[in-house]
């Protein structure tokens, strides 16, 4: 098994959740490109969250957009381990406040 910590801007100042989801977004991206070098299956990639890092990870999953398959090298993550995620976000003023609508 191989893992990676990765680091999304968090949504302190004028970064968005959107931002985030794109780091989120370009962590799989990268580990898929650097599956020959790690000795891992590309089509087997599992994203590990916690809380936020949950939301982040499960919206890479089930959203689509644009880039998603830069190169032919997908975004999204095979298997998804959630713990404590956050999930509902539509009604949280904090969340829609900070998406700006």
Avoid: C, H
């Amino acid at each position: 098994m191989f893992a990676a910590a990765i680091d999304y801007r968090l949504s302190e100042g004028k970064v968005t959740p959107i931002e985030s989801l794109d780091d989120a977004r370009a962590a799989f991206r990268w580990v898929r490109r650097k599956a020959v070098d790690f000795n891992i299956d590309p089509k087997r990639v599992a994203g590990y969250g916690v809380s936020a890092g949950g939301q982040l990870i499960t919206a890479a999953a089930v959203l689509d957009l644009p880039g998603d398959g830069i190169g032919d090298t997908s975004s999204k993550p095979d298997l998804l381990v959630l713990w404590s995620r956050v999930l509902d976000i539509a009604n949280i003023e904090y969340f829609t406040k900070l998406i700006q609508g």
